[in-house]
Nanobody, 115 residues
């Protein structure tokens, strides 16, 4: 069984920073691309960032230059450093990976940015 557990969400003012973490178990972590997605109320879930097992990162355009995804293949953890947060970043953030033919998701962590 694959388990993904997010932490680090919270409430900040615009311009502030948060760091999200996702602890993974049940997979050979270093072999899997990891991703962060988010879903705001009334919106579809959207991809925020991905990082390959080797550390290659990609971002959706609206977070480029503000968010940084990283991973620790010893601690089986993926992180999302979010700087210069904007109210439109408010959402539930989910950790995700594909393994054994399925998509696996954490329960999510709430990020709220006030103006």
């Amino acid at each position: 069984q694959v388990h993904l557990v997010e932490s680090g969400g919270g409430s900040v003012q615009a311009g502030g920073s948060l760091r999200l973490s996702c602890a993974a178990s049940g997979i050979n972590f270093r072999l899997h691309t990891m991703a962060w997605h988010r879903q705001a109320p009334g919106n579809q879930r959207e991809l925020v960032a991905t990082i390959s097992g080797g550390g290659s990162a990609n971002y959706t355009d609206v977070v480029k230059g503000r968010f940084t995804i990283s991973r620790d293949n010893v601690r089986n953890t993926v992180r999302l450093q979010m700087n210069n947060l904007k109210p439109e970043d408010t959402a539930v953030y989910y950790c995700n990976t594909k393994a054994r033919g399925f998509d696996w998701w954490g329960r999510g962590t709430q990020v709220t940015v006030s103006s």
